[in-house]
């Protein structure tokens, strides 16, 4: 998967989680989920739940902390994706 | 000095009718909410039944942005957000705010968090998946779970406190806000209560066979208070909820007054004096109604209706007994008495607020509701009350205050006394 197919895909994991639908509409890798989209601090953890049962993968404590922009995320996801 | 405290809001999720106006029609024409749960029968339930609110899960997202919708589980939540929403726009005020309203508080009862819902954790944990559960569970299972969904969607900013005295919660939950309006800790308080009876709920009210269990094929006369072919309660779901304000800050912003909390009591009976976890001790029950008459300086005379507890078991005799000698009145002198559970079942925590919405509507309207199924009522009730003070059909006539107690399990009263506003 490149990284934009990523990214796509990505929006969907995230979107129940922005109420801020026009952003994420618009994301970039340097999008903050916090602090432009929004995202409840707590949520993060579902996200990441998410998208571990969305891709199959596992993402640790360390790599979950990490996932705080668009950009990190997709790097979390495709290093697991390999 | 103490304040008076009126009624200006209210919001109810009945199992005969969700929000007022539906509520209103539905217990004016004696419309039961019981039904018949196949899924009971499939669970080897004795009773088969239940007062289970037509509540669709959608309408949720007219309340709450989809962010918290989704993830949203627990139903107990979810009923409590609906007539908590509901009373405060009726009152005439927005949901969105900016600030937190200092001014306003909140007391909400529930008894116990969305056990389905539930079930879900524990399968996850057991399966060593607890890493798997995500944030929302925490806040759905704690007990502040209502109150803390409510005070969160109207940035309430006072005291915010969740109540639990069993089938006492929810007069208790009106008068411990009520309390803090006149003794000045608040301008306005967001009330009520709210309980789902979920099918582990349920299974256990069943075990102590103190359910309905001979009408499981005619659901509408199931649920029986003060009959002599009472078998039982109807376990109930549902939410009520009330704005109660200080009578100057509401007449300041010219809100609609639908009616005054005049005072109130709580108590317990300290399951002593045959008072027990499940029974009441008549001693307590009777003082309680006294405290509440006098808080109100009231006398019992200027009582028009009693809305009972009244759930239809064998302590329906005793509750009569208790009101006649704690207001020292008796056959045609007796008060109207009714009790709203003949047609929604026993809502639990939610049952004395969703009551006392009933109690509220009227006083407004003028008129008492009727009790479904007394077309026998019990000897030993009519050797006390003259039959014509237990309507099957509705009265209409002027109630100017109404009496409304529960009592719950651990010896616990709790009796307001409500009025016209004057």
């Known amino acids: 998967m490149t990284r934009q197919e990523i990214l796509t895909e990505l929006k969907k994991v995230i979107s129940p989680y922005t109420t801020n639908k026009e952003m994420l509409a618009d994301i970039n890798e340097n999008t903050d989920l916090i602090r432009d989209l929004k995202i409840n601090s707590a949520n993060l953890v579902d996200i990441i739940i998410d998208a571990e049962a969305k891709y199959n993968i596992e993402i640790d404590y360390d790599a979950a902390d990490k996932m705080m922009n668009v950009g990190t995320c997709i790097d979390v996801i495709s290093e697991r994706l390999k | 000095m103490a304040k008076r405290v009126v009624i200006t809001g209210m919001g109810v ?138 005070s969160g969607r109207l940035g309430l900013g006072n005291k915010v406190i969740t109540n639990s005295a069993a089938c006492a919660t929810g007069t208790q939950a009106i008068l411990m806000g009520y309390e803090y309006i006149k003794h000045g800790y608040a301008k306005r308080m967001l009330v009520g209560s709210t309980e789902h009876v979920d099918t582990y709920v349920y299974g256990a009210f069943d075990s102590m066979r103190v359910l309905s269990r001979r009408y499981n094929d005619d659901p509408e006369h199931a649920s029986r208070p003060m009959s002599i072919s009472a078998g039982g309660f109807i376990p109930g779901s549902g939410a009520g909820a009330l704005v109660l304000e200080d009578l100057d800050f509401a007449l300041a912003r010219n809100a609609k007054i639908y009616g005054e909390v005049l005072g109130g009591s709580s108590n317990s009976g300290g399951q002593r004096l045959g008072g027990t976890m499940t029974s009441a001790n008549s001693t307590g029950v ?137």
């Open chain 2, 286 to 422: 009777i003082r309680c109604i006294n405290e509440a008459l006098e808080s109100s300086g009231i006398n019992p005379k200027q009582i028009d209706l009693i809305s009972g507890h009244l759930t239809a078991t064998n302590a329906d005799k005793q509750e009569i007994k208790n009101w006649s000698e704690a207001l020292n009145r008796k056959g045609e002198d007796f008060p109207d008495t009714n009790s709203l559970k003949s047609m929604i079942g026993h809502c639990l925590s939610a049952a004395g607020s969703i009551e006392t919405v009933a109690s509220i509507l009227q006083i407004v309207h003028g008129f008492v509701h009727p009790n479904l199924n007394l077309d026998d009522p019990n000897p030993e009730i009519t050797e006390i009350v003259n039959v014509k003070r237990l309507p099957i059909k509705m009265i209409k006539k002027e109630v100017n205050i109404v009496a409304k107690a529960n009592f719950g399990f651990g010896d616990v009263n709790s009796c307001l006394i409500l009025s016209k506003y004057n």
């Open chain 2, 13 to 150: 999720v009945a199992p005969n009718g969700i929000g007022v106006p539906a509520f209103l029609h539905a217990i004016q024409n004696g419309i039961t909410g019981i039904k018949f749960m196949p899924h009971y029968r499939e669970l080897n339930f004795s009773c088969q039944l239940a007062g289970m609110p037509d509540f669709k899960w959608d309408t949720l997202s007219n309340y709450i942005s989809d962010v918290t919708l989704h993830g949203l589980k627990g139903t107990n939540i979810a009923y409590g957000l609906v007539a908590a929403l509901d009373a405060w726009a009726d009152s005439g005020m927005p949901y969105d705010t900016d600030e937190p309203r200092w001014e306003t508080g909140c007391v909400f009862g529930n008894s116990i968090a969305d056990t389905e819902a539930m079930k879900n954790v524990i399968l996850k944990v057991d399966n060593k998946e607890a890493k798997k559960l995500g944030s929302r569970v925490v806040e759905q299972a704690m007990n502040s779970g209502p109150t803390s969904y409510i």
